[in-house]
């Protein structure tokens, strides 16, 4: 009888190949089985990211998780998605599922965490984040001292990202895409569009950094972020 397979969940990173972890980029190379998510008929922005690195003899799943969904229509989506990473795991083989960014930092791992980590010897291995690359790339620190750094979806309705910015130091605004207008509306309305960045793609080799206003919001991706850093105390 196997005994059953451990299951890893690895972030890759923001999009450069060389942000992997040492820790991520051993698991990756070691395991017989490999699961990525992407939206349907797209390539996995995860599996890209790592392809450099993948020995070329693994067993690869290809999951679909939506997006913006509500929880109980989404939930027996996510628990179909998982099945062909829980029968790996039964048979004994050891699963590393990959997650752009951080697994728990909006990270799609979390869905399979909590479907199978009941289960399955469970390890999770942090990544670098967005939240953190895109700073760096566009050359501005985020906080200083005791400032308050606040991370928003800019999925979140009209009146609650306007208090949220009201009350915040700094802040990172993610998820864009088909709401960027919005979130750049009430950056006008606040008076922080001057200290506001626009970065999409970061650490790619199609990073864009735009000027706020000369976005097109009919070509704003996923994965962008504005970014709105204290003002400098030095």
Known sequence: MNSKGRLYGIGVGPGDPELLT??????????????YQSAIDRESIARKIVSPYLPGNQTEILYHLPKALEPEKAKPIYDKEVEPIDKH???????????????????SFMYIYTRLSGEYHTEVVPGISSLMACPVSLGVPFTYYNDILTVLPATLPPEKLTAQLLATDAAAIMKLGRHFTKVRDILHQLGLDTRAKYIERATTSEQKIIPIDEVNPQEVPYFSMIVIPTTQKL
């Open 22 to 35: 040492l820790k991520a980029l051993r698991l990756l190379r070691s395991a017989s089985v490999i699961a």
């Open 89 to 107: 795991l039964a048979a004994g083989r050891d699963v590393v599922v990959l997650c752009e960014g951080d697994p728990f930092f909006y990270g």
